[in-house]
């Protein structure tokens, strides 16, 4: 009960998920002095061209990530840095699971007759993460049991901090939506306009590449007016498209927001950046007509959630709104 009210101390005192998960490491490895920890996280995308397990795995979608290691390992960080979610071992939600011989990654510098405790962090049926054991001996039913419990509490915690971690960071967006609003709202010039706002919006908000496109009065299709990207890339301003063209033209053609996770997969995308890796495009209307697209992308897959849907959605009609003002202007 010492032990757990020490865990239970210090979960309390994480700011993330990151800070909970070096905390857990830290209270077993105090517990079991000759053992080795590695606490894994799911991340909530990947950079699969960065990731030396690439090659064999097959979701590319989410991949879990080392996020806290205590005690003695031979590979360096970097190498095992993340663990594709089709490796079987760690991707069990089923329990803990005792191995007689600890598997990648936690089998280096490992004794001849280890041991390793694979604990998922399970709660309401998602796996958070994973905790790695190993043990220089045979693992106790008491290691098991405790194993058990601590992952339970861990699972918890991290719930609890993603939960909140969530609406801090949709109450900071709504408020710098009302900020951007009242600056946007403020000029009259429409070039400006839409040049200030797609810096803004990369700006606050971190999207990889922000784009907006307008359709021509001649049914020319659409030119790309405004555009802020990292600093690597290459602008494309005044280049048009077609309206029967890419995830932009299919706003036009359907009137609604389209998202994107995972461009790859999608026939109508088409490739200006080759870090693209999920894309969302919201219509800029007046009254009835799409007017505009904002288009904005991301070099991770599933980028474009429901909270970053609805403020996205919330700048593209203070857009219209700043438009109509200027064009009447």
């Known amino acids: 009960m010492s032990d757990l009210g020490d865990l239970a101390g210090r979960l309390a005192d994480a700011v993330d998920a ?5 905390l857990l490491a830290e209270h077993l490895r105090a517990l079991w002095p000759a053992s080795a920890v590695r606490v894994y996280l799911q991340g909530p995308g990947d950079r699969c ?11 590319h979608e989410r991949c879990l990530h080392l996020a806290a290691t205590q005690g003695t390992f031979a590979e360096p960080p970097g190498h095992v840095a993340r663990i594709p979610l089709d490796d079987a071992v760690f991707a069990s939600s089923s329990g803990i699971r ?3 011989r600890c598997p990648p990654p936690l089998e280096g ?3 001849e007759d280890e041991t390793a405790l694979i604990a998922p962090l399970v709660t309401g049926g998602e796996t958070l993460g994973v905790i790695g054991v190993r043990f220089p001996g045979p693992a106790s039913s008491d290691a098991v049991a405790a194993m058990e419990v601590r992952a339970l509490f861990a699972a918890s915690t991290l719930r609890l901090l993603a939960v909140r971690e969530a609406e801090a960071r949709r109450s900071q967006q709504l408020l710098l939506v009302n900020e951007l609003g009242r600056q946007v709202n403020a000029i009259l010039n429409a070039d400006l306009l839409l040049r200030h706002a797609v810096e803004d ?11 907006v496109f307008m359709r021509e009065a001649d049914g020319a299709g659409l030119t790309l007016r405004a555009q802020a990207l990292d600093e690597e890339g290459r602008s494309r301003i005044g280049e048009r498209v077609d309206e029967t063209e890419g995830i932009v033209g299919r706003v036009v053609r359907t009137g609604d927001t389209q998202v994107v996770d995972d461009v790859a997969t999608d026939p109508d995308f088409v490739s200006w950046f080759p870090e693209t890796r999920s894309e969302i495009a919201v219509p800029i209307r007046s009254e009835s007509r799409v007017e505009g697209i904002l288009n904005v992308e991301s070099d991770q897959r599933a980028a474009f ?3 970053e849907r609805v403020v996205l959605e919330t700048v593209a009609d203070q857009l219209a709104i700043a438009l109509a003002n200027a064009h009447l202007f």
């Open 18 to 22: 990151t800070s909970a998960a070096e």
């Open 49 to 59: 061209e960065t990731c030396v397990r690439a090659k064999s795995c097959t979701s």
């Open 98 to 100: 005792t191995l007689d």
């Open 109 to 111: 510098a490992a004794p």
């Open 201 to 211: 919006i990369r700006r606050r908000f971190g999207f990889h590449n922000v784009m």
């Open 305 to 307: 959630r429901g909270a």
